[in-house]
């Protein structure tokens, strides 16, 4: 699975509208997983076609798909990780946002 960069996800995802009046494109599960006698991290997604799913469906899909995603050493990687990609995708809708405002 390739991922998509975080101004195609501004682009193309579909959005969920939040009570707070935000939007998310993603939110993501970060699972533990043992590979070959090792502990490591995965960022799943948790909204697929602008449904968000459960952690047990998520989990489900990601493993169906063949759990394609960046392995990180430890949790507090993966969390970084997933948190600087959503800052990515933030930056990416605003502007996204603020070009459309401006036509």
């Not at 968000?52 to 169906?64: D, G, N, T, V, Y």
């Not at 990780?81 to 036509?103: D, P």
Request: net charge positive.
């Amino acid at each position: 699975m390739v991922q998509m960069t975080p101004a195609e996800v501004a682009k193309y995802k579909k959005r969920i509208i939040n009570p707070d009046g935000s939007v998310s494109t993603e939110r993501s599960i970060t699972i533990g997983l043992n590979e070959n006698g090792k502990r490591v991290f995965v960022n799943i997604p948790s909204i697929i076609d602008g449904v968000q799913l459960s952690r047990k469906e998520a989990i489900e899909i990601a493993w169906k798909e063949g759990m394609d995603y960046p392995r990180f050493g430890n949790l507090e990687e993966a969390i970084i990780a997933a948190k600087k990609r959503s800052e990515e995708i933030g930056k990416e809708i605003r502007k996204l946002t603020k070009s459309l405002n401006n036509i």
